[in-house]
Protein backbone atom coordinates (compact mmCIF):
# COMPACT_ATOMS: atom_id res chain seq x y z
CA UNK A 1 0.00 0.00 0.00
CA UNK A 2 2.86 2.52 0.73
CA UNK A 3 5.04 1.37 -2.08
CA UNK A 4 1.91 2.22 -4.15
CA UNK A 5 1.36 5.52 -2.59
CA UNK A 6 5.11 6.70 -3.09
CA UNK A 7 5.16 5.63 -6.39
CA UNK A 8 1.71 7.30 -7.77
CA UNK A 9 1.86 10.09 -10.11
CA UNK A 10 -0.06 12.48 -7.37
CA UNK A 11 2.80 12.17 -4.80
CA UNK A 12 5.26 12.56 -7.40
CA UNK A 13 3.99 15.48 -8.57
CA UNK A 14 3.44 16.98 -5.33
CA UNK A 15 6.62 16.03 -3.88
CA UNK A 16 8.29 17.50 -7.67
CA UNK A 17 6.29 20.77 -6.81
CA UNK A 18 6.92 20.99 -3.40
CA UNK A 19 10.91 20.85 -4.27
CA UNK A 20 10.80 23.23 -6.77
CA UNK A 21 8.43 25.60 -4.54
CA UNK A 22 11.26 25.31 -1.50
CA UNK A 23 14.24 25.68 -4.22
CA UNK A 24 13.02 28.76 -5.60
CA UNK A 25 11.23 30.02 -2.66
CA UNK A 26 15.01 30.17 -1.03
CA UNK A 27 16.09 31.74 -4.19
CA UNK A 28 13.86 34.57 -4.50
CA UNK A 29 14.79 34.93 -0.64
CA UNK A 30 18.57 35.40 -1.25
CA UNK A 31 18.25 37.39 -4.54
CA UNK A 32 15.56 40.18 -2.83
CA UNK A 33 18.02 42.72 -1.63
CA UNK A 34 19.15 42.85 -5.15
CA UNK A 35 15.68 42.61 -7.29
CA UNK A 36 15.62 46.07 -7.78
CA UNK A 37 18.87 46.64 -8.75
CA UNK A 38 18.56 44.08 -11.34
CA UNK A 39 14.72 45.36 -12.39
CA UNK A 40 16.72 48.64 -13.30
CA UNK A 41 19.72 46.91 -14.78
CA UNK A 42 17.05 45.50 -17.04
CA UNK A 43 14.77 48.05 -18.05
CA UNK A 44 18.19 49.95 -19.16
CA UNK A 45 19.56 46.80 -20.95
CA UNK A 46 15.67 46.72 -22.91
CA UNK A 47 16.00 50.30 -23.82
CA UNK A 48 19.71 50.43 -25.11
CA UNK A 49 19.83 47.47 -26.86
CA UNK A 50 19.18 48.80 -30.26
CA UNK A 51 22.32 51.25 -29.43
CA UNK A 52 24.12 47.80 -28.47
CA UNK A 53 23.35 45.61 -31.05
CA UNK A 54 24.52 48.76 -33.21
CA UNK A 55 28.55 48.88 -31.12
CA UNK A 56 28.53 45.06 -31.02
CA UNK A 57 28.08 45.37 -35.66
CA UNK A 58 30.56 48.22 -35.57
CA UNK A 59 33.17 46.16 -33.60
CA UNK A 60 32.85 43.11 -36.26
CA UNK A 61 30.77 40.94 -32.89
CA UNK A 62 32.85 41.57 -30.52
CA UNK A 63 30.48 41.00 -27.67
CA UNK A 64 32.35 41.80 -24.79
CA UNK A 65 34.06 44.75 -25.76
CA UNK A 66 30.48 46.24 -26.91
CA UNK A 67 29.12 45.18 -23.70
CA UNK A 68 32.01 46.79 -21.95
CA UNK A 69 31.89 50.85 -23.95
CA UNK A 70 27.99 50.31 -23.65
CA UNK A 71 28.02 49.97 -19.84
CA UNK A 72 30.54 52.33 -19.59
CA UNK A 73 28.81 55.08 -21.67
CA UNK A 74 25.21 54.06 -20.15
CA UNK A 75 27.00 54.39 -16.16
CA UNK A 76 28.52 58.02 -17.84
CA UNK A 77 25.10 59.24 -18.87
CA UNK A 78 23.09 58.50 -16.13
CA UNK A 79 25.86 58.92 -13.65
CA UNK A 80 27.37 62.69 -14.44
CA UNK A 81 23.64 64.27 -14.27
CA UNK A 82 22.63 62.65 -11.11
CA UNK A 83 26.26 63.13 -9.15
CA UNK A 84 25.84 66.91 -10.83
CA UNK A 85 22.55 66.93 -9.14
CA UNK A 86 22.86 65.26 -5.70
CA UNK A 87 25.88 67.64 -4.66
CA UNK A 88 24.22 70.84 -5.98
CA UNK A 89 21.01 70.08 -3.78
CA UNK A 90 23.17 68.71 -1.09
CA UNK A 91 24.88 72.19 -1.02
CA UNK A 92 21.54 73.78 -0.93
CA UNK A 93 20.25 71.25 1.36
CA UNK A 94 23.20 72.64 3.72
CA UNK A 95 22.45 75.91 3.10
CA UNK A 96 18.57 75.99 3.71
CA UNK A 97 19.22 73.52 6.93
CA UNK A 98 21.50 76.69 8.19
CA UNK A 99 18.79 78.91 7.37
CA UNK A 100 16.24 77.01 9.40
CA UNK A 101 18.85 76.54 12.19
CA UNK A 102 18.57 80.09 12.27
CA UNK A 103 15.37 80.79 12.62
CA UNK A 104 14.86 78.50 15.11
CA UNK A 105 17.48 80.46 17.28
CA UNK A 106 16.73 83.72 16.22
CA UNK A 107 12.79 84.01 15.21
CA UNK A 108 11.26 84.74 11.80
CA UNK A 109 12.70 87.36 9.49
CA UNK A 110 9.96 90.03 8.40
CA UNK A 111 7.80 89.74 5.67
CA UNK A 112 8.61 92.17 2.82
CA UNK A 113 6.24 94.97 2.44
CA UNK A 114 5.03 93.82 -0.92
CA UNK A 115 2.82 90.73 0.92
CA UNK A 116 0.35 92.78 1.79
CA UNK A 117 -0.62 93.71 -1.30
CA UNK A 118 -1.21 90.17 -2.31
CA UNK A 119 -5.05 88.61 -2.35
CA UNK A 120 -5.27 88.20 1.22
CA UNK A 121 -2.13 89.39 2.39
CA UNK A 122 -3.73 91.03 5.61
CA UNK A 123 -5.13 87.82 7.05
CA UNK A 124 -1.53 86.20 6.13
CA UNK A 125 1.15 88.96 7.78
CA UNK A 126 -1.69 88.80 10.78
CA UNK A 127 -0.90 84.84 10.95
CA UNK A 128 3.03 85.44 10.70
CA UNK A 129 2.94 88.19 13.12
CA UNK A 130 1.36 85.45 15.71
CA UNK A 131 4.16 83.15 14.86
CA UNK A 132 6.48 85.40 14.83
CA UNK A 133 5.60 86.45 18.80
CA UNK A 134 6.21 82.72 19.93
CA UNK A 135 9.81 82.04 19.08
CA UNK A 136 9.89 78.80 21.78
CA UNK A 137 6.27 77.10 19.85
CA UNK A 138 8.15 77.77 16.17
CA UNK A 139 11.41 76.49 17.77
CA UNK A 140 9.52 73.42 19.25
CA UNK A 141 7.86 72.71 16.01
CA UNK A 142 11.40 73.47 13.43
CA UNK A 143 12.69 70.41 16.18
CA UNK A 144 9.96 67.95 16.07
CA UNK A 145 9.96 68.21 12.17
CA UNK A 146 13.61 66.53 12.70
CA UNK A 147 14.91 69.40 9.90
CA UNK A 148 17.72 70.72 11.79
CA UNK A 149 18.28 66.87 13.60
CA UNK A 150 21.83 65.44 13.14
CA UNK A 151 20.28 62.01 12.94
CA UNK A 152 18.23 62.97 10.09
CA UNK A 153 20.61 64.13 8.02
CA UNK A 154 22.45 60.83 8.45
CA UNK A 155 19.41 59.17 7.83
CA UNK A 156 19.25 60.87 4.35
CA UNK A 157 22.90 60.53 3.80
CA UNK A 158 22.31 56.81 4.08
CA UNK A 159 19.96 56.07 2.04
CA UNK A 160 21.88 58.16 -0.82
CA UNK A 161 24.49 55.69 0.23
CA UNK A 162 22.56 52.74 -0.59
CA UNK A 163 20.70 54.22 -3.29
CA UNK A 164 24.34 54.47 -5.11
CA UNK A 165 25.14 51.02 -4.16
CA UNK A 166 22.28 49.46 -5.72
CA UNK A 167 23.15 52.36 -8.85
CA UNK A 168 26.35 50.34 -9.06
CA UNK A 169 25.25 46.92 -8.80
CA UNK A 170 22.86 47.58 -11.95
CA UNK A 171 25.46 49.02 -13.97
CA UNK A 172 27.47 45.77 -12.89
CA UNK A 173 24.48 43.49 -13.65
CA UNK A 174 23.80 45.71 -17.05
CA UNK A 175 27.31 44.29 -18.40
CA UNK A 176 26.86 40.53 -18.04
CA UNK A 177 22.94 41.26 -19.12
CA UNK A 178 24.80 42.81 -22.99
CA UNK A 179 26.77 39.85 -22.84
CA UNK A 180 24.21 36.93 -22.19
CA UNK A 181 20.67 38.81 -22.71
CA UNK A 182 19.86 37.01 -25.52
CA UNK A 183 20.14 33.66 -24.65
CA UNK A 184 18.56 34.55 -21.04
CA UNK A 185 15.89 35.81 -22.86
CA UNK A 186 15.50 32.92 -25.42
CA UNK A 187 15.91 30.50 -22.18
CA UNK A 188 13.69 32.20 -20.58
CA UNK A 189 11.09 32.55 -23.18
CA UNK A 190 11.57 28.63 -23.73
CA UNK A 191 10.13 27.79 -20.22
CA UNK A 192 7.48 29.86 -20.24
CA UNK A 193 6.07 28.36 -23.53
CA UNK A 194 6.12 25.05 -22.05
CA UNK A 195 4.24 25.77 -18.77
CA UNK A 196 2.38 28.44 -20.43
CA UNK A 197 1.72 27.27 -24.30
CA UNK A 198 1.50 29.70 -26.85
CA UNK A 199 -0.01 32.84 -25.25
CA UNK A 200 3.33 32.99 -23.35
CA UNK A 201 4.76 34.89 -26.53
CA UNK A 202 1.70 37.39 -26.25
CA UNK A 203 2.79 38.02 -22.78
CA UNK A 204 6.01 38.50 -23.43
CA UNK A 205 5.36 40.81 -26.06
CA UNK A 206 3.31 42.51 -23.70
CA UNK A 207 5.82 43.07 -21.30
CA UNK A 208 8.61 44.27 -24.26
CA UNK A 209 6.07 46.77 -25.59
CA UNK A 210 4.98 48.21 -22.34
CA UNK A 211 8.41 48.74 -20.45
CA UNK A 212 9.15 50.80 -23.84
CA UNK A 213 6.51 52.94 -23.96
CA UNK A 214 6.19 53.35 -20.65
CA UNK A 215 10.05 53.90 -20.06
CA UNK A 216 10.23 56.53 -23.16
CA UNK A 217 6.75 57.40 -22.17
CA UNK A 218 7.99 58.75 -18.81
CA UNK A 219 11.21 59.93 -18.97
CA UNK A 220 10.43 62.02 -22.36
CA UNK A 221 7.48 63.50 -20.72
CA UNK A 222 9.56 64.19 -18.02
CA UNK A 223 12.96 65.62 -19.93
CA UNK A 224 10.59 68.21 -21.72
CA UNK A 225 8.56 69.50 -18.71
CA UNK A 226 12.16 70.03 -17.29
CA UNK A 227 13.55 71.55 -20.56
CA UNK A 228 10.58 73.69 -20.77
CA UNK A 229 10.69 74.52 -17.00
CA UNK A 230 14.16 75.78 -16.97
CA UNK A 231 13.52 78.44 -19.78
CA UNK A 232 10.57 79.65 -18.27
CA UNK A 233 12.88 80.19 -14.63
CA UNK A 234 15.51 81.60 -17.11
CA UNK A 235 13.63 84.12 -18.42
CA UNK A 236 12.32 84.91 -15.12
CA UNK A 237 15.72 85.96 -13.84
CA UNK A 238 15.85 82.65 -11.49
CA UNK A 239 18.98 82.00 -10.50
CA UNK A 240 20.77 78.56 -11.33
CA UNK A 241 17.51 77.87 -13.78
CA UNK A 242 19.86 74.61 -14.86
CA UNK A 243 19.22 73.26 -11.55
CA UNK A 244 16.15 74.22 -10.91
CA UNK A 245 14.69 72.86 -14.64
CA UNK A 246 16.65 69.26 -13.72
CA UNK A 247 14.97 69.69 -10.34
CA UNK A 248 11.71 69.76 -12.34
CA UNK A 249 12.34 66.90 -14.51
CA UNK A 250 13.34 64.47 -11.70
CA UNK A 251 10.45 65.35 -9.74
CA UNK A 252 8.15 64.76 -12.85
CA UNK A 253 8.93 61.13 -13.53
CA UNK A 254 6.20 61.14 -10.66
CA UNK A 255 2.66 62.16 -12.03
CA UNK A 256 1.26 65.42 -10.98
CA UNK A 257 4.27 66.29 -8.61
CA UNK A 258 5.99 68.35 -11.04
CA UNK A 259 4.04 71.56 -10.14
CA UNK A 260 5.34 71.70 -6.45
CA UNK A 261 8.58 73.04 -8.25
CA UNK A 262 7.50 75.66 -10.06
CA UNK A 263 4.66 76.98 -7.51
CA UNK A 264 7.50 77.04 -4.89
CA UNK A 265 9.10 79.13 -7.04
CA UNK A 266 6.67 81.32 -7.85
CA UNK A 267 5.88 82.08 -4.56
CA UNK A 268 9.23 82.61 -3.28
CA UNK A 269 9.33 84.94 -6.08
CA UNK A 270 5.86 86.59 -4.66
CA UNK A 271 7.83 86.96 -1.56
CA UNK A 272 10.82 88.55 -3.02
CA UNK A 273 8.21 91.21 -3.70
CA UNK A 274 8.64 89.91 -7.86
CA UNK A 275 4.92 89.92 -8.67
CA UNK A 276 5.37 90.19 -11.98
CA UNK A 277 8.18 87.04 -12.53
CA UNK A 278 5.73 85.26 -10.26
CA UNK A 279 2.69 85.53 -12.19
CA UNK A 280 4.67 84.85 -14.86
CA UNK A 281 6.60 81.46 -13.70
CA UNK A 282 3.17 80.30 -12.32
CA UNK A 283 0.96 80.69 -15.55
CA UNK A 284 4.07 79.32 -17.67
CA UNK A 285 3.92 76.12 -15.48
CA UNK A 286 0.52 75.98 -15.08
CA UNK A 287 -0.26 76.32 -19.48
CA UNK A 288 2.83 75.01 -20.79
CA UNK A 289 4.50 72.54 -18.54
CA UNK A 290 1.94 70.71 -16.96
CA UNK A 291 0.19 70.81 -20.30
CA UNK A 292 3.22 68.38 -21.47
CA UNK A 293 2.19 65.65 -19.28
CA UNK A 294 -1.20 65.54 -20.27
CA UNK A 295 0.01 65.30 -23.73
CA UNK A 296 2.77 63.25 -24.39
CA UNK A 297 2.74 60.83 -21.40
CA UNK A 298 -0.93 59.72 -22.75
CA UNK A 299 0.39 59.42 -26.76
CA UNK A 300 3.90 57.37 -25.78
CA UNK A 301 2.05 55.07 -23.49
CA UNK A 302 -1.55 54.18 -23.92
CA UNK A 303 -1.20 54.03 -28.05
CA UNK A 304 1.51 51.22 -27.96
CA UNK A 305 0.43 49.51 -25.09
CA UNK A 306 -3.35 49.98 -26.04
CA UNK A 307 -4.30 50.19 -22.26
CA UNK A 308 -6.42 52.86 -21.05
CA UNK A 309 -4.15 55.91 -19.71
CA UNK A 310 -6.35 55.44 -16.57
CA UNK A 311 -4.95 51.96 -15.97
CA UNK A 312 -1.46 53.14 -16.74
CA UNK A 313 -1.42 56.07 -14.79
CA UNK A 314 -2.88 53.50 -11.63
CA UNK A 315 -0.06 51.61 -12.13
CA UNK A 316 2.45 54.39 -11.99
CA UNK A 317 1.37 55.28 -9.01
CA UNK A 318 0.22 51.87 -7.50
CA UNK A 319 3.76 50.73 -8.12
CA UNK A 320 5.54 53.42 -6.87
CA UNK A 321 3.51 52.99 -3.61
CA UNK A 322 4.53 49.03 -4.25
CA UNK A 323 8.10 49.16 -5.34
CA UNK A 324 9.49 52.02 -4.90
CA UNK A 325 10.77 54.14 -7.62
CA UNK A 326 11.45 51.13 -10.16
CA UNK A 327 7.34 50.71 -9.46
CA UNK A 328 7.01 53.45 -11.99
CA UNK A 329 7.65 50.57 -15.05
CA UNK A 330 6.77 47.37 -12.68
CA UNK A 331 3.07 48.78 -12.35
CA UNK A 332 2.04 49.34 -15.49
CA UNK A 333 3.82 45.85 -16.78
CA UNK A 334 1.97 43.86 -14.50
CA UNK A 335 -0.86 46.18 -15.48
CA UNK A 336 -0.06 44.74 -19.17
CA UNK A 337 0.57 41.55 -18.70
CA UNK A 338 -3.04 40.96 -16.51
CA UNK A 339 -4.88 42.77 -19.85
CA UNK A 340 -3.19 40.80 -22.01
CA UNK A 341 -4.02 37.36 -20.34
CA UNK A 342 -7.30 39.05 -19.99
CA UNK A 343 -8.14 39.64 -23.67
CA UNK A 344 -6.48 36.40 -24.31
CA UNK A 345 -9.28 34.43 -22.10
CA UNK A 346 -12.06 36.51 -23.64
CA UNK A 347 -10.74 35.24 -27.91
CA UNK A 348 -10.74 32.11 -26.25
CA UNK A 349 -14.37 32.12 -24.48
CA UNK A 350 -15.63 33.86 -27.81
CA UNK A 351 -14.03 31.04 -30.26
CA UNK A 352 -15.31 28.04 -27.70
CA UNK A 353 -18.80 29.83 -27.81
CA UNK A 354 -18.71 30.32 -31.63
CA UNK A 355 -21.89 31.52 -33.59
CA UNK A 356 -25.20 30.56 -32.23
Known sequence: MSTALVDSPLASRIATFSFLTLVYGFTLWVLSPFLAALAWAGILAYVTWPFYRRVKRRLNGRQALAALLMTMAVALSLLAPLAWVTFTVAGDVVSASAAIREIADGGLPPLPP??????????????????????????????????????????????????????????????????????????????????????ARGYLDAVGVTVHAVVFGIVLTALAQGVLAGLGYWVAGIDAPALWGAVTALVSLIPFVGPVVWIGLSLALLAHGETNAAIGVFLWGALVVSWVDNLIRPLAISGPTRIPFLLVFLGVLGGLSAFGLIGLFLGPVLLAVSLAIWREWLENAADKSGPQ
Open 114 to 199: AVRNWPGGEWLVVQYARIQSDPVWLRAQIEAAGITSPATWRAVAGELGRNLAKFGLAVFALFFLYRHGEAALAQFGRVATHWLGGP
